[in-house]
């Protein structure tokens, strides 16, 4: 097969030109990471959801905030309801495929939750009824979604939307984002943890 080196080109000028319009999301990210910070802070939970791609880059951040990003601290709650298959294929059974995060929302969601949806097109139905379930249940809402928000942006508290229509480019935003909130978070709590460790010497 011949190589097509203008691919590759392509592919990094059409990433760096999302990723530099991004910067215009600094206040919804900002939002966003002070909602993350003030739950875990408060021992409340960060719940994440998608699908495909979108699933994968759940359990990655969920991840990152039970384990940890960069640095040494306590373990945060954080849950990506994308993971139990039992739970998955019996609520898709009993239920319907689009009832398999909204179900798990009202088992594991309380007021003062964080949840967040991802979708690159933003039309998930299930990624919305989990959105919408999540608000009555008391949590603060975010969709994590592509150009234009679509459905999800109807349904949630804070809208992430990365300026592409492409899938691919869309979900390396996702990630960028996911991780800035991530190390925010966690500055954060080590920040906290030190000041508490400050006092108790005193």
Not at 67 to 92: H, K, Y
Not at 122 to 148: I, K, P, Y
């Amino acid at each position: 097969m011949p190589v097509n080196p203008t691919l590759f080109d392509r592919a990094f000028e059409e990433h760096l030109t999302v990723i530099e319009k991004l910067r215009a999301q600094w206040p919804v990210l900002e939002q966003i990471a002070t909602e993350m910070t003030r739950a875990v802070h408060a021992g409340n939970k960060v719940l994440w959801c998608g699908n495909g791609g979108s699933a994968a880059d759940s359990q990655h951040l969920a991840a990152e905030l039970v384990g940890r990003f960069r640095r040494e601290r306590p373990g945060l709650s954080s849950i990506a309801l994308t993971t139990d298959t039992s739970v998955l294929t019996s609520i898709g059974n009993d239920y319907g495929y689009e009832k398999i995060f909204s179900r798990q929302v009202e088992a594991h969601c309380a007021p003062g939750d964080v949840l967040v949806g991802i979708s690159t097109s933003g039309n998930s139905q299930n990624v919305c009824l989990a959105l919408d379930a999540g608000r009555r249940m008391g949590a603060f809402t975010v969709a994590f979604t592509g150009e234009g928000g679509g459905a999800m942006a109807g349904v949630a508290d804070a809208v992430l939307s990365i300026p592409s229509r492409d899938t691919a480019r869309i979900q390396e935003g996702h990630i960028l984002c996911g991780h800035m909130l991530c190390d925010w978070i966690e500055l954060s709590v080590c920040n906290s943890v030190a000041a508490k460790e400050e006092l108790t010497r005193r």
